[in-house]
């Protein structure tokens, strides 16, 4: 962990829900904004997000991170989510947590692409800012269909060809006119370049929009900003350039960096 965030604290709690318990960690309070970091599919939790949540909360902003259902600390079988339950999930948290008058800034990793851009469709404008970490959409028939054991109706949905360009995902980001981050990993051997394009497509559509290239990194990124603290600190300052003034203004970054950016509308 950095120097910047190892003495950032970090406060467990839980959350009942549905039925479930919910957990995840706070950090900070009121300040320039609420940052929610959504972890992925498979083994994903909140706990390797910690230290890029505490760079966010270092900075002044209030920070979240959650587990899922079936994830980490919290209950409940993972066979038994679903893109809905993870939206409906992540609301609940932010709802209890983050008071409504702060500002959002949205960061989800692979599988919570789709999550943040849900999220984006329900907060509006209130998101000040999104950052996506090798982000997966999906096709509009999986987001209520719960995730199974890999065999089933999830599954066979999301493995059909081509199903992921009618997600709804691709128009609620290509509508979004905040601050934007697209984070590439080098090698991705699970979400296939050309959904990484159209999601690029959609953010510079209107978005301040930044893609933020790892060229070392593989798809588990979470993990690889877990371990790279350089990485990190550069991801959250792009992040948070410029947000509060309604303007972007480039930030000078250290020598070997490869951030590129493409500017899109201001709202």
Same mark, same amino acid.
């Given at each position: 962990?950095?120097?910047?965030?190892?003495?950032?604290?970090?406060?467990?709690?839980?959350?009942?829900?549905?039925?479930?318990?919910?957990?995840?960690?706070?950090?900070?309070?009121p300040g320039r904004?609420?940052?929610?970091?959504?972890?992925?599919?498979?083994?994903?939790?909140?706990?390797?997000?910690?230290?890029?949540?505490?760079?966010?909360?270092?900075?002044?902003?209030?920070?979240?991170?959650?587990?899922?259902?079936?994830?980490?600390?919290?209950?409940? /079988? @993972?066979?038994?989510?679903?893109?809905?339950? #993870? =939206? $409906?999930?992540?609301? &609940?948290?932010?709802?209890?947590?983050?008071?409504?008058?702060?500002?959002?800034?949205?960061?989800?990793?692979?599988?919570?692409?789709?999550?943040?851009?849900?999220?984006?469709?329900?907060?509006?404008?209130?998101?000040?800012?999104?950052?996506?970490?090798?982000?997966?959409?999906?096709?509009?028939?999986?987001?209520?269909?719960?995730?199974?054991?890999?065999?089933?109706?999830?599954?066979?949905?999301?493995?059909?060809?081509?199903?992921?360009?009618?997600?709804?995902?691709?128009?609620?980001?290509?509508a979004f006119a905040?601050?934007?981050?697209?984070?590439?990993?080098?090698?991705?051997?699970?979400?296939?370049?050309?959904?990484?394009?159209?999601?690029?497509? /959609? @953010?510079?559509?209107?978005?301040?929009?930044? #893609? =933020? $290239?790892?060229?070392? &990194?593989?798809?588990?990124?979470?993990?690889?900003?877990?371990?790279?603290?350089?990485?990190?600190?550069?991801?959250?300052?792009?992040?948070?350039?410029?947000?509060?003034?309604?303007?972007?203004?480039?930030?000078?970054?250290?020598?070997?960096?490869?951030?590129?950016?493409?500017?899109?509308?201001?709202?």
């Amino acid at each position: 962990m950095s120097e910047l965030s190892s003495f950032t604290p970090l406060t467990s709690f839980t959350y009942a829900h549905d039925g479930e318990r919910l957990a995840g960690v706070l950090g900070g309070g009121p300040g320039r904004a609420a940052v929610v970091l959504l972890h992925g599919a498979g083994n994903g939790s909140e706990e390797r997000l910690r230290p890029l949540l505490a760079e966010f909360v270092a900075r002044g902003c209030r920070g979240l991170a959650l587990d899922f259902s079936g994830h980490g600390n919290s209950t409940g /079988a @993972l066979r038994e989510l679903s893109l809905r339950r #993870r =939206f $409906e999930q992540a609301v &609940a948290v932010i709802d209890a947590h983050v008071p409504a008058a702060e500002p959002l800034v949205l960061v989800g990793f692979s599988m919570s692409g789709q999550t943040v851009a849900d999220l984006v469709r329900h907060y509006g404008e209130r998101v000040a800012a999104l950052g996506l970490c090798a982000p997966a959409v999906y096709a509009p028939p999986a987001w209520d269909v719960p995730f199974g054991e890999g065999d089933g109706r999830f599954s066979e949905i999301i493995r059909t060809p081509g199903s992921w360009r009618r997600s709804p995902a691709l128009e609620a980001l290509r509508a979004f006119a905040g601050r934007a981050v697209l984070a590439v990993p080098g090698t991705d051997a699970v979400i296939p370049p050309e959904v990484t394009e159209a999601v690029q497509d /959609a @953010l510079a559509a209107q978005a301040q929009f930044t #893609r =933020f $290239e790892l060229p070392d &990194a593989e798809h588990r990124l979470g993990l690889w900003f877990r371990d790279h603290a350089d990485d990190r600190r550069d991801f959250a300052d792009a992040l948070l350039t410029g947000l509060g003034d309604r303007g972007w203004t480039a930030k000078q970054l250290p020598e070997g960096r490869t951030i590129t950016g493409l500017l899109g509308r201001y709202a």
